[in-house]
């Protein structure tokens, strides 16, 4: 096809590289951060595509290492570690037993990003 550049998949190896890079990225930050911003702070990054991003720190997201939102002053997705979010006093438990006892009719809260904040936008049903 015309205009159409096939890339390979990356090796487990180089991907857990990036993934801990990533990471390192945002463990560093106490600001949420888009992934333009994630990049510039890492020069080996610089080469990923955005939608490579997107799909690794979806896996991330996966794991509860991170949590992402859509900043409405920016209109971006932004990301935030929760391990900053713990130390920043957010309650970011992956725990569903706890997250149903605490929050009644099994509920979960959405963060939003806001204002250079974190907080609950709404509680999510759990079916």
Known sequence: MPGYT????????KESEIK????????????????????????????????????????????GLARKSRSNSLGRMVYKSTSVMREQGYNVDDDEEDEEEEY?????????YRNGQWVIDKYITLE
């Open 6 to 13: 096939r890339t390979r998949k990356l090796s487990i190896d």
């Open 20 to 63: 801990y890079r990533i990471m390192d990225v945002l463990d560093n930050s106490e600001e949420a951060l888009t992934i333009d911003d994630i990049k510039r702070q890492d020069f080996t990054l610089e080469g990923l595509s955005s939608q490579k991003m997107a799909r690794l720190l979806g896996g991330l997201i996966e794991m």
């Open 104 to 112: 009644t009719g099994s509920a979960r809260p959405h963060y939003v």
